[in-house]
């Protein structure tokens, strides 16, 4: 595979800092690697495979030479910059929501559509809690018809960058709402007119346009909880079949990007604890709905700042760098 020039704008981040981890684990072949952060962080060092890198301010110019941008810098500075790089020739991967729902911007998982990002310059990658989500429900649909999905989030405080794992250790007071030593908090990002918050409206509505379904009936809450590391999603999946929990079980486990933790006699199911510091997602907890013979209940967990954030826009590049070659 040929070297790349890489780019990372909020760089000095949990996900920027992440995608620099990442980028190193999977050995992706680097010509030029420039970091970016806000002005408050310009010439700060960066260590990266034995040298230092030091941070830079976006300016004019700057993506000039750059084959892919990671963006991780927020909503705001990727509306503005975003469209900079790719105008400079960068292929942009975004974290942020700025560009999710643009019909023509493909919001992109790998494991379920990786084709989407064929050709694009600009590519999308989801909220974290629709990303782990998306892969038990893509393998799902290769043996059952899907028409409702619930969705209830146990989502952990680094979901909202550095400053919410400070709250949790106490080093900072006031950036959640309630405290988040004390308490579960059933509100993540503002709440809309409906009353639903728009960390609910990004599962339901990424969710539909990832699995290419705008007819799913979907809904969502979502809770932030005292946890470092690692979301947990309980999904509540209606089918128009009888749910045969044995071929769940089959086509969860020939799901790329899946590991199935389901044997409860033995305590085994998803954890954070398992799921920290790795790319896959874990799912448990299979079970039919007592009530409806069409209704199957299953548990998710995965590493929000990893295949949530980093580790999936990292996979993204990784895939498009395989397609080109491939040509
Ligand atoms: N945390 C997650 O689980 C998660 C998951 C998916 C997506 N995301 C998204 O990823 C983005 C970053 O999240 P995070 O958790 O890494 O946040 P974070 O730890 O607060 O980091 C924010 C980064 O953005 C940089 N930045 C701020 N203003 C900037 C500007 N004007 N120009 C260039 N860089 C600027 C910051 O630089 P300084 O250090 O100089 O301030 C820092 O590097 C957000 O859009 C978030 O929604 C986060």
């Not at 960066?46 to 927020?74: H, M, N």
């Not at 038990?136 to 649909?141: M, R, S, T, V, W």
């Amino acid at each position: 595979m040929r070297a790349y020039n890489i780019a990372i704008v909020g760089a000095t981040g949990l996900v920027g800092s992440t995608f620099l981890k990442v980028l190193e684990e999977y050995q992706i072949p680097i010509q030029q690697l420039k970091l970016f952060a806000s002005e408050r962080s310009v010439g700060k060092a960066i260590r990266f495979q034995e040298t230092e890198y030091y941070v830079e301010a976006v300016t004019p110019g700057c993506f000039k030479g750059i084959d892919y941008a990671l963006f991780s810098a927020g909503g705001s500075v990727s509306k503005v910059v975003a469209l900079q790089a790719t105008k400079e020739g960068a292929v942009v991967i975004d974290n942020s929501s700025a560009f999710r729902m643009d019909p023509n911007i493909p919001l992109v998982v790998p494991e379920v559509n990786l084709e989407d990002a064929f050709g694009a310059s600009l590519i999308a990658n989801p909220n974290c809690s629709t990303i782990q989500s998306v892969i038990p429900l893509f393998a799902l649909k290769q043996a059952f018809t899907i028409t409702d999905i619930e969705y209830n989030t146990y989502q952990a405080v680094s979901g909202a960058g550095y400053k919410g794992i400070h709250d949790l250790e106490g080093k900072t007071k006031g950036f959640f709402p309630y405290d988040i030593q004390a308490t579960a908090i059933p509100q993540i990002d503002v709440f809309l007119e409906d009353g639903y918050t728009k960390e609910e409206h990004k599962m339901m509505d990424e969710t539909k346009k990832i699995l290419h379904d705008s007819t799913l009936r979907i809904s969502a809450t979502c809770v932030r909880v005292p946890v470092r590391y690692s979301h947990g999603v309980s999904i509540r999946v209606t089918c128009k079949e009888t749910i045969d929990l044995a071929r769940v079980r089959k086509v969860l486990s020939a799901q790329v990007g899946l590991v199935l933790l389901d044997n409860p006699d033995d305590l085994v199911y998803p954890t954070s604890i398992q799921a920290t510091g790795t790319d896959f997602v874990y799912v448990g907890r299979l079970r039919k709905d007592l009530n409806y013979d069409n209704v199957l209940l299953l548990y998710v967990v995965a590493d929000n700042i990893r295949k949530g954030a980093a580790s999936n826009a990292i996979q993204i590049m990784k895939g498009l760098m395989n397609h080109d070659q491939s040509r």
